[in-house]
Each structure stands twice: as structure tokens, then as C-alpha cells.
């Protein structure tokens, strides 16, 4: 079984950010392009036999423009979109990023409010919109599954009510045709 991908974006004027995450949350690929070349950008990732299932954008920057041209290329290649909230997202970001490079040397003793970021970020940007997308979907899938118990529970309850309802009726029967019979024995 192949595995399943989502593509987050963060749209921007002049560079978008792209993302490609696995369902689980793992970064797989990520990249800066120019928002010029995006539905090229867009369309060359899901020709790719990668089994991106949903492109979800954030809803940012320039993204009024940009999702509609995201939503076309999607809908050749018959996969889902959507936007999802951004906020905060390039702090998010930002602190990524010393994860993934943490300074070295006397670098290590400026704090990391301090240090400048010397490259951009929008791929790590859409990193965070991906995995807001997937946490999202999670808590989703956990409320329907939750709903799900609570509905099998409550008509395993209503059965087994109606399991003792029966029960009684056929007990109330018996002893009624059991003083049926004695009275007709008299």
C-alpha cells in the first residue's frame, strides 16, 4: 500500500513556500518557488506518482489569489483542497528552524530571540500549515470515532433495555398463566 501525502502551501507575493508531509506528520520534502511559477510548481508535484491525497494553503498572504490557481491544478489531478488558519505561523516557523540548524560555536550563546534567520523560511512556514492540516483531521477522525462509541454504546444500553423489557413481559406471562391454570384446576 502506497503511502499517503499531503502539500501545504505558503502563499506569499513574490516566493510560496511547499511542504510535502506524510498523514503522519513527517516532512518528506520541502521547498521556496516562485509564486510566479506556482501552478507549474503545484501541478509538476502532483503528476508525480507520490500519492499526494490534499493540498491545503494557508489562508495568508496573496492567498486569494493563489488558491483559486491551487484549486485548479488540484481538481486535474483529482485531489481535495483547502485553506486552514496561518496565524502565528512564521514564528512557528522561525523557532523550526533553530531545530533544524541549531547554531554553532559563540553562536550558541546569543539567545535565539536575538539571532537573525539568513535565509528565508516559507517552506518551514508550510511545514506548520501542514501539520496544523493533520492535527486538525486527527482530532476530526478522534470526535468521529468518540461520537461513533457513544452511539454503539448507548444502542448496545437501548438493546439490552429492551432485552430486560422482554424478559419481564415473558415473566408477567408465565405467572399469568400460571394462576390462569390454577384458577381453571379449581
Known sequence: MSKAYVLAVDPGNDKTGLAKLSRDGELVER???S?????????????????IEH??????????????LIQEAARQHKVTTSLIDE???TEE??????????????KKMVPQ????????????????????????EIKIAERKAAEEALAAQRQAEK???????AEEIEFEQDVLEHYTDQEENK
Open 55 to 68: 493540498v491545503v494553503c494557508g489562508n495568508g498572504t496573496n492567498h486569494k489569489h493563489i488558491y483559486p
Open 35 to 51: 509564486t510566479d511559477n506556482l501552478p507549474e510548481e503545484i501541478d509538476n508535484r502532483l503528476k508525480k506518482p507520490s500519492t
Open 31 to 33: 521547498a521556496i518557488v
Open 93 to 106: 516557523a522561525k523557532k523550526l528552524y533553530w531545530e533544524f540548524n541549531p547554531p554553532r560555536g559563540l
Open 159 to 165: 438493546r439490552k433495555a429492551q432485552e430486560a423489557e
Open 87 to 89: 496565524s502565528y505561523s
Open 113 to 136: 530571540g536575538m539571532r537573525t534567520i539568513p535565509e528565508p523560511v516559507d517552506d518551514l512556514t508550510a511545514f506548520v500549515i501542514g501539520t496544523r492540516y493533520i492535527n486538525k
